[in-house]
């Protein structure tokens, strides 16, 4: 193979057989549990990355079935999305996931920079509740509970929740060198985009999270749970774009806001 057919067919490692196919990708029938809580204060702060900037120190946590994904195939997700605004643009910061499937892994940390790690989480009906689950190896360190659809959401809480879903979403994408020093390190912002929704519920819900060492989802601990929400809905992950360059020094510089 030439430098010219490299050139033409490098899209994603390894070369020859790319580890996910190129986007877009368009998820059908995803389920999403969301429960948020509220933590605390001068921890959320610590964690999330200036010049995105918190208001009340609430935490989204999610567990997502993705039955039928284009290009990824059938998954289970789970991790927190802390509500957040960029330049007065309100929207959210994903901080943490865990999924069961190499090539969203794979392909969401290289093309977008989510910061998706492996883990089991699991979602499940359960006669009258839906149970969602993450364990890291043997250990349990996420468990949630939301009653059945409890309430169906009536037109102006739909409207609302199909607002949220297509607001804005913001990543922290780091990419290291070959020599070990840090290579990217950008924040980008996508949006989730033709958006379906197939039905919307609110319900009471539980939330414990559990220590642990790589599957740090306790570091944001759970004080209040606040509301829940369960949906499904069909849509497509968006292109992401650079909004700030921490490398730069003008990391403002020629980026859309």
Same mark, same amino acid.
Request: with cysteine; proline share 7%.
């Given at each position: 193979?030439?430098?010219?057919?490299?050139? =033409? @067919?490098?899209?994603?490692?390894?070369?020859?057989?790319?580890?996910?196919?190129?986007?877009?990708?368009?998820?059908?029938? %995803?389920?999403?549990?969301?429960?948020?809580?509220?933590?605390?204060?001068?921890?959320?702060?610590?964690?999330?990355?200036?010049?995105?900037?918190?208001?009340?120190?609430?935490?989204?946590?999610?567990?997502?079935?993705?039955?039928?994904?284009?290009?990824?195939?059938?998954?289970?997700?789970?991790?927190?999305?802390? +509500?957040?605004?960029?330049?007065?643009?309100?929207?959210?910061?994903? @901080?943490?996931?865990?999924?069961?499937?190499? *090539?969203?892994?794979?392909?969401?940390?290289?093309?977008?920079?989510? +910061?998706?790690?492996?883990?089991?989480?699991?979602?499940?009906? =359960?006669?009258?509740?839906?149970?969602?689950?993450?364990?890291?190896?043997?250990?349990?360190?996420?468990?949630?509970?939301?009653?059945?659809? @409890?309430?169906?959401?009536?037109?102006?809480?739909?409207?609302? #929740?199909?607002?949220?879903? *297509?607001?804005?979403?913001?990543? #922290?994408?780091?990419?290291?060198?070959?020599?070990?020093?840090? %290579?990217?390190?950008?924040?980008?912002?996508?949006?989730?985009?033709?958006?379906?929704? @197939?039905?919307?519920?609110?319900?009471?819900?539980?939330?414990?999270?559990?220590?642990?060492?790589?599957?740090?989802?306790? %570091?944001?601990?759970?004080?209040?749970?606040?509301?829940?929400?369960?949906?499904?809905?069909?849509?497509?992950?968006?292109?992401?774009?650079?909004?700030?360059?921490?490398?730069?020094?003008?990391?403002?510089?020629?980026?859309?806001?």
């Amino acid at each position: 193979m030439n430098i010219q057919e490299v050139r =033409e @067919h490098a899209f994603a490692m390894p070369l020859t057989n790319p580890s996910y196919p190129r986007p877009p990708y368009r998820f059908y029938n %995803r389920e999403y549990i969301i429960i948020s809580y509220r933590t605390d204060f001068d921890t959320l702060r610590a964690l999330v990355p200036e010049p995105l900037e918190i208001g009340e120190p609430i935490v989204n946590y999610e567990f997502i079935r993705m039955p039928d994904s284009t290009g990824f195939g059938d998954y289970t997700e789970t991790g927190q999305v802390i +509500p957040v605004t960029f330049k007065g643009q309100a929207g959210g910061y994903v @901080h943490s996931m865990f999924l069961d499937d190499g *090539a969203p892994i794979s392909g969401g940390r290289e093309i977008w920079g989510f +910061p998706k790690k492996l883990g089991f989480p699991k979602v499940v009906h =359960e006669g009258d509740v839906i149970v969602g689950t993450l364990h890291y190896g043997s250990q349990l360190c996420a468990a949630g509970s939301i009653g059945y659809k @409890h309430q169906i959401m009536d037109a102006a809480a739909r409207a609302k #929740l199909l607002q949220s879903i *297509a607001s804005p979403n913001f990543l #922290l994408k780091i990419m290291p060198h070959v020599d070990g020093t840090t %290579r990217l390190c950008e924040l980008v912002r996508y949006t989730l985009q033709d958006i379906e929704l @197939h039905g919307a519920w609110t319900s009471p819900a539980a939330l414990e999270l559990y220590q642990h060492v790589i599957a740090d989802v306790a %570091r944001l601990p759970v004080l209040e749970v606040v509301s829940a929400k369960h949906y499904i809905a069909d849509l497509t992950l968006g292109m992401g774009e650079v909004v700030f360059d921490y490398l730069s020094t003008d990391p403002g510089a020629d980026r859309k806001a």
